[in-house]
């Protein structure tokens, strides 16, 4: 889906029917219903944001794909161990283990997605509030 | 939210905001396919 996001962009096409043939093509589903919408059944928009998260902050189990910040990462570690303390979180103690004995707290680096339809950011989105970044080329901005 | 969110295919717990630190105020909306988990929540499809 990049792939196809990237051909778009670098060849500005903008007619939807154009693109949903560039999906099909990929073997994707179609990007847009017949009403131009996104095609509800099949995407969803979601907010990403890059975060640091401990074991604590997630629901069960590793997450598939990780990138942990291991004890080669001590300084990132004592960071997030001090942002913790910092955020009122009494004797957050993050722990590299005890040998065999293990009691590792794990520390993983990646991006959260928040599906932006259940969201307070989407509740904006949709309502038409959401903040929007004057460009050069937006009658509105200020030159 | 945050229970709703996913990380590397995990969802996050109630308490996720206050375990998690982020790097930077930047969010980017982006658009993806979507499959649906054990919970019936509508996930990312990598």
């Known amino acids: ?88 979180i009494k004797d957050y103690n993050l722990s590299d283990g005890w040998g065999f004995f293990g009691g590792k707290d794990h520390l993983y680096k990646g991006t959260v997605f928040i599906p932006i339809r259940d969201s307070v950011v989407g509740s904006l989105v949709n309502s038409g509030q959401a903040p929007k970044i004057n460009l050069p080329s937006d009658a509105n901005s200020i030159n | 939210m945050w229970e709703k969110a996913t990380f590397g295919g995990t969802r996050f717990n109630g308490n996720g905001l206050s375990h998690a630190i982020l790097h930077s105020s930047d969010m980017a909306l982006v658009t993806l396919p979507v499959t649906t988990d054990s919970s019936g929540n509508r996930i990312p499809d990598f």
């Open chain 1, 1 to 88: 889906m990049e792939e196809v996001e990237d051909w778009i962009r670098a060849n500005n096409i903008t007619d939807k029917n154009e693109i949903n043939n560039l999906y099909v093509n990929a073997s994707l589903p179609p990007k847009y219903n017949a009403k131009g919408e996104l095609n509800p059944r099949d995407y969803d928009t979601f907010a990403a944001i890059q975060v640091t998260v401990d074991d604590k902050a997630l629901k069960g189990g590793k997450p598939q794909f990780k990138d942990e910040v291991t004890e080669a990462d001590s300084q990132e570690r004592e960071l997030f161990e001090e942002t913790m303390l910092k955020n009122g």
